[in-house]
């Protein structure tokens, strides 16, 4: 029964180069395709921890963060204008949100009626909408993080950046394929 699918790169669970060995007894073959089935479970599960460990630290330390700086700002600047800068900054934010929000929705509109796929025109309006979502949060550090991206030359930089990671992980030969052996 050779194993069809490449496994993860990352757990050394089973190998397309690699046939399962074939067995006189159906015993050791179910024990060792238990084992295998066993690898692809753990390392499943520590996708799933290490993912929710970025998502707690995401939810945690951000905040965190953008409160111990609020309050550094609040004591320097005193609370009026702390306040003022976290509305002025939103509001701010929005119109440069709505302004490059219609430009790239008036671009896409463009380039579909020319029969061009406004693949560009997409992802820059994805990345809008993440920089508004960015403002809508209160803080100094998201309020920086969301006009760099809502600014056309840092949404530029962020893009590149996003693209090279895309294509890494869809590189030819790193896709990989999780299967079920029965």
Not at 4 to 24: I, K
Not at 141 to 160: E, W, Y
């Amino acid at each position: 029964c050779p194993v069809q699918n490449r496994a993860p790169s990352t757990a050394p669970v089973a190998d397309a180069s690699m046939p399962l060995p074939s067995y006189r007894h159906n015993a050791q073959k179910a024990f060792h395709l238990d084992i295998v089935r066993q690898g692809a479970y753990i390392q499943k599960l520590g996708e799933k921890t290490s993912m929710f460990l970025r998502l707690l630290l995401l939810f945690t330390i951000v905040p965190v963060c953008e409160l111990a700086l609020l309050i550094e700002v609040g004591q320097r600047l005193g609370v009026v204008p702390t306040i003022a800068l976290v509305l002025g900054t939103g509001a701010l934010g929005a119109a440069l949100a709505r302004r490059e929000g219609t430009q790239a929705l008036h671009r896409l509109r463009t380039n579909m009626s020319q029969g061009k796929f406004p693949g560009e025109e997409i992802f820059d309006g994805v990345l809008i909408l993440a920089g508004g979502l960015l403002l809508l949060t209160p803080g100094l550090l998201t309020d920086l993080l969301g006009f760099s991206v809502l600014v056309p030359f840092g949404r530029r930089l962020i893009k590149g950046y996003l693209k090279a990671a895309i294509a890494q992980r869809l590189r030819p030969g790193s896709v990989d394929t999780h299967y079920t052996v029965h």
